[in-house]
C-alpha cells in the first residue's frame, strides 16, 4: 500500500500594509487620510476654580428670540406723549446741549423753550402771545429772523421792566393737549442727535401753533 503524501501547503500571502493616517483634527470630523468618524460634542469648558462646568439648568442663552426688554412707558399728562422717559428729563438733556451754544442747539433755544412751556401748561407764564409770535417768526423765517425776534422782546423787556418781579408761572386753562409733534419726537433716541434737529423743531414749533390755534 502506497502511503499518500500530503497536499503542499500553499502560503497565504502577506497583508497589505495599511496606509498611514494621521490623528483626527479635534472635533472636525474628518481624519487626515480621508475617513470620517463623529465628530466629538462641543462640551464646556470647565472652570478651573470650581473643577467643573455648571449644571445644565444653570447655563442660559445670552440671547432669547422674539423677547425685548424695554422700560415702562410713561404718558405725559400735560402734552400726551408716551415715551421711556418723562418729558422733564428729556428737557434737561436738551438744556444741557443749549447751554453749550454749540450748533445746532444753542442757536434754537428760544424757540426750544417756547415750545416745552406752551405744550406744557404748568410752565407756561401768563399770556402765550409772545412766545406763539416767536414759534411763527421762527416757521415763516427762519432761525435767524427768530433770534432778533427773542432779542428785541428781551431788550424791550429789560427797559421796560428793570427790577420788576418776574412773572409768576401758572396752569393755563386753555392749553391744548395731543399735539401731532412733541418734544419726544424731536429728542428721538433720547439724545437730540444733531441731523435734522433744526428740520425736528421746526416740526414741533409747527404743531404747537396749529394746536394753539385751534382753541383760541
Known sequence: MSETSAPA???RPAP??????????????ILAGGGFVSPAPNRPRQNARQGAPPPAHEIRSPVVS???HTA???TCPECGTTSEVPCATLFNRLLALDHSRAEPWGPLHGVAVAC?????GSQLPEGSDVLLGLLRVFVDEGAAAAHRFAEGRRRANSHRNRGAARPAYAPTTVSPNGFRVTLA????????????????VRDWADATITAWDAVR
Request: hydrophobic share 25%.
Open 66 to 68: 422674539g423677547v425685548r
Open 116 to 120: 416745552y412751556r406752551l405744550q406744557h
Open 185 to 200: 419726537d424731536v429728542a428721538a433716541d433720547g439724545t437730540f442727535p444733531a441731523s435734522g434737529y433744526e428740520r425736528r
Open 72 to 74: 415702562p412707558m410713561v
Open 9 to 11: 501547503r500553499r502560503d
Open 16 to 29: 497589505r500594509p495599511l496606509p498611514h493616517r494621521l490623528p483626527a483634527e479635534p472635533n472636525s470630523g
